[in-house]
């Protein structure tokens, strides 16, 4: 029986993963779940799993989740200094890493720091502090098992190979809804039409990256310190259809790929069942489904996010925390409709030459890095035309 922490329940990874753990009775226990502003479905799923804890991190919550639940024995907190207590408590042994962006920095640190099994989806935190967290993690002997469906991936072609022996991997990329599309078509594009993936459902913010191809870049930073690769070694490859979900390529030149259909309850899975490989009944890969499997080179003058996060990638120190953070401010804005498709590749880049670089910081300067970012993307968010 594994104790779970699912932070971020009411996203999209949170919700799969809580449909795994009822698929599975037996095998998974919920100790702790959190979420953010969602307040009644995380009644609902507090009602239905029996947690120890749960924690509204928006604390304007809180009373409502409290009432809510006060006839149960379920303990409630809010803030995200509970979810930095409540992930070291004895009783966690995995903590599943489901918030998004930035936010679920803090808590996924102090996790590792405890020494916790981390299924870690928030990719945002390895593409911000990446080197603190590996080494930490090192250190505490916490084992980091990515959820992303890439890096699970190229984590399963590994399992019995030597590390050292992979030449470099292959990031697949859908390429997101408006592959093949050209920088007149996208000036126009809207949020409502950004939101539509051909392959995946997920939360609002992972699927403009994906149209953007900044899921990608974030991928390829993930990567670099999951697998502690050099800049070199990390290559991305379109793949429309989605089945294959990356690969290794050895130093003997052989390629290994993982493949099936687009689910993210298979990592998700993959990740908390770990070591073992668990059983489920989802709809099986049939490839008589996909007569052609097909990979093109992705169009980075178009799709320029992909270009600058690998830029940032090579640049390293703070630039990539810079980055992740002006990101994450033209996201919101484009999904509010004040900021355009292509204007987020202009602010993004702005700022990367705006913030000053910082070779090797600490904890306390990614921090302030990412505030420094914010502030000044939502200044030249507001000189948008589209702003009002
Ligand atoms: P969602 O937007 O669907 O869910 C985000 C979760 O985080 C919600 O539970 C939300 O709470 C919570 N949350 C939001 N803001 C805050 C905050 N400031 N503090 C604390 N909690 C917060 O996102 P996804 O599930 O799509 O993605 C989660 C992470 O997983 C991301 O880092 C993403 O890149 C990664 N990922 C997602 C994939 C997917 O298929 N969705 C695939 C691969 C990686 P509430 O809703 O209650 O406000
Ligand atoms: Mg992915």
């Given amino acids: 029986m594994k104790r779970l922490a699912i932070l971020g329940s009411t996203g999209s990874i949170g919700t799969q993963a809580l449909d795994v753990?009822?698929?599975h009775p037996g095998l998974f226990e919920v100790e702790v779940l959190s979420a953010h502003s969602n307040a009644n479905l995380l009644i609902e799923q507090a009602q239905k799993f029996n947690p120890n804890a749960v924690v509204v991190t928006d604390e304007t919550k809180y009373e409502i989740v409290k009432e809510a639940l006060s006839q149960s024995n379920v303990k409630v907190f809010s803030g995200h200094s509970s979810l930095e207590d409540v992930v070291q408590w004895d009783s966690v042994d995995i903590v599943l890493t489901a918030i998004v962006g930035f936010?679920?920095?803090r808590s996924t640190i102090a996790a590792v720091n405890a020494g916790k099994?981390?299924?870690l989806a928030n990719k945002e935190t390895l593409v911000v502090a990446g080197d603190i967290v590996m080494k930490l993690a090192a250190e505490k002997g916490a084992q980091i098992i990515p959820v992303d469906s890439e890096h699970s991936a190229i984590f399963q072609c590994l399992v019995g190979e030597d590390w050292r022996t992979i030449e470099k991997i292959i990031l697949t990329a859908s390429g997101g809804p408006f592959?093949?599309?050209?920088?007149?078509y996208l000036v126009n594009v809207k949020a409502s039409h950004a939101l539509q993936h051909p392959n995946w459902t997920m939360g609002a913010k992972i699927t403009i990256d994906s149209a953007t191809l900044m899921n990608k870049g974030l991928e390829?930073?993930?990567?670099?310190w999951l697998f502690g690769l050099d800049n070199e070694q990390i290559e991305v490859i379109?793949?429309?259809?989605?089945?294959?979900?990356?690969m290794v390529q050895f130093t003997d030149g052989s390629v290994k790929a993982q493949m099936g259909l687009p689910d993210m309850k298979l990592p998700i899975q993959y990740a908390m069942g770990y070591p073992r490989r668990l059983d489920n009944k989802y709809k099986r890969l049939d490839f008589r489904d996909y007569a052609q499997l097909t990979f093109e080179q992705p169009d980075y003058k178009?799709?320029?996010n992909l270009a600058l996060a690998k830029e940032a990638m090579f640049k390293g120190g703070n630039t990539p925390c810079v980055m992740n953070a002006a990101n994450e401010v033209v996201v919101q804005s484009f999904l509010h409709n004040k900021v355009g498709f292509i204007e987020m590749s202009d602010v993004i880049e702005k700022i990367m030459e705006r913030v000053a670089y910082i070779e090797q910081p600490s904890l306390d300067d990614y921090e302030k890095s990412d505030k420094e970012a914010?502030?000044?993307a939502a200044e030249l968010v507001k000189q948008s035309q589209l702003s009002y």
Avoid: C, D, W
């Fill in 238 to 246: 379109v793949h429309p259809q989605s089945i294959i979900h990356s």
């Fill in 103 to 105: 936010a679920g920095l």
């Fill in 179 to 184: 592959l093949g599309r050209k920088p007149n």
């Fill in 302 to 304: 178009t799709f320029r």
């Fill in 117 to 119: 099994g981390i299924a």
């Fill in 220 to 224: 390829m930073i993930e990567a670099k």
């Fill in 21 to 23: 753990v009822a698929a």
């Fill in 374 to 376: 914010r502030i000044y």
